[in-house]
């Protein structure tokens, strides 16, 4: 969860009932996407790894000092910069302990970060995504397609009893939408970032960036009204 600006309430409630929530808010889940597509383009422009991913972690660093330091992002944020520092070092750290130090720094420089729900939803769906791929990893193999059905279901178990009490509903069909909307998701985050960074600059180029971006955007929503459709 995180902050979700001015959205039409019908169609929140139509994200909240397909189970696709997540991909409505600005959050860990965009935080992480959007540093993937910095660290593609600083490889594609040949700067050397380590160099490159801690050019990621600090761009979405300031993205989420641009949105005034939202819990979920911030803790995305702090945690791939952390990630970045122990690749760099070559140390071996398990994925629990960054969590734990990025979830850690949140609440030392937020303490009221603990009574923010989209906090605790970032926090129990990335812990439910870590430990349902680690045990499907162990016993079903570690293809793209179970990692991404474990991780949707270990999230959406982890989260089930948060969701249920904030939104008054909990939605198994986002397991299988969820193997749609994130890729979905990932062709759509480019024509609505680049524009944030163009538009000063070059404000026709951003204006064209985000019109390409509408067509996938209504294939979303067309998704995410059939699935509020669903029982």
Same mark, same amino acid.
């Given at each position: 969860?995180?902050w979700?600006?001015?959205?039409d309430?019908?169609?929140?409630?139509?994200?909240?009932?397909?189970?696709?929530?997540?991909?409505?808010? @600005?959050?860990?889940?965009?935080?992480v996407?959007? +540093? =993937?597509?910095? #660290?593609?383009? &600083?490889r *594609?422009?040949? /700067?050397?790894?380590?160099?490159?991913?801690?050019?990621?972690a600090?761009?979405?660093?300031?993205?989420?000092?641009?949105?005034?330091?939202?819990?979920a992002a911030?803790?995305a944020?702090?945690l791939?910069?952390?990630?970045a520092?122990?690749?760099?070092?070559?140390?071996?750290v398990?994925?629990?302990?960054?969590?734990?130090?990025?979830?850690?720094?949140?609440? @030392?420089?937020?303490?009221?970060?603990?009574?923010? +729900? =989209?906090?605790? #939803?970032?926090? &129990?769906? *990335?812990?439910? /995504?870590?430990a349902?791929?680690?045990?499907?990893?162990?016993?079903?193999?570690?293809t793209?397609?179970?990692?991404?059905?474990?991780?949707s279901?270990?999230?959406?178990?982890?989260?089930?009893?948060?969701?249920?009490?904030?939104?008054?509903?909990?939605?198994p069909?986002?397991?299988?939408?969820?193997?749609?909307?994130?890729?979905?998701?990932?062709?759509?985050?480019?024509?609505?970032?680049?524009?944030?960074?163009?538009?000063?600059?070059?404000?026709?180029?951003?204006?064209?960036?985000?019109?390409?971006?509408?067509?996938?955007?209504?294939?979303?929503?067309l998704?995410?009204?059939?699935?509020?459709?669903?029982p």
């Amino acid at each position: 969860g995180g902050w979700r600006g001015e959205i039409d309430p019908d169609l929140r409630g139509a994200f909240a009932s397909a189970g696709l929530m997540h991909l409505l808010a @600005i959050s860990g889940f965009h935080i992480v996407w959007l +540093a =993937g597509w910095v #660290l593609l383009i &600083l490889r *594609l422009c040949r /700067v050397e790894r380590h160099p490159a991913e801690f050019g990621a972690a600090i761009a979405v660093l300031g993205y989420a000092a641009f949105l005034g330091w939202p819990a979920a992002a911030t803790r995305a944020a702090i945690l791939l910069l952390a990630a970045a520092f122990c690749r760099w070092r070559q140390r071996q750290v398990r994925g629990a302990a960054l969590v734990g130090v990025s979830i850690a720094t949140v609440l @030392i420089t937020d303490p009221w970060a603990i009574s923010d +729900a =989209g906090a605790w #939803l970032s926090v &129990l769906g *990335l812990s439910g /995504v870590v430990a349902a791929i680690r045990w499907s990893d162990r016993t079903l193999g570690p293809t793209w397609w179970i990692r991404s059905l474990s991780g949707s279901t270990g999230a959406l178990i982890a989260t089930a009893p948060l969701t249920a009490a904030v939104f008054g509903q909990v939605a198994p069909i986002g397991l299988v939408l969820n193997l749609v909307g994130m890729p979905l998701l990932l062709a759509i985050l480019p024509a609505v970032f680049a524009p944030l960074v163009l538009h000063t600059a070059l404000p026709s180029i951003a204006a064209a960036i985000a019109a390409s971006g509408n067509g996938l955007l209504a294939l979303l929503e067309l998704l995410v009204r059939i699935g509020a459709r669903t029982p």
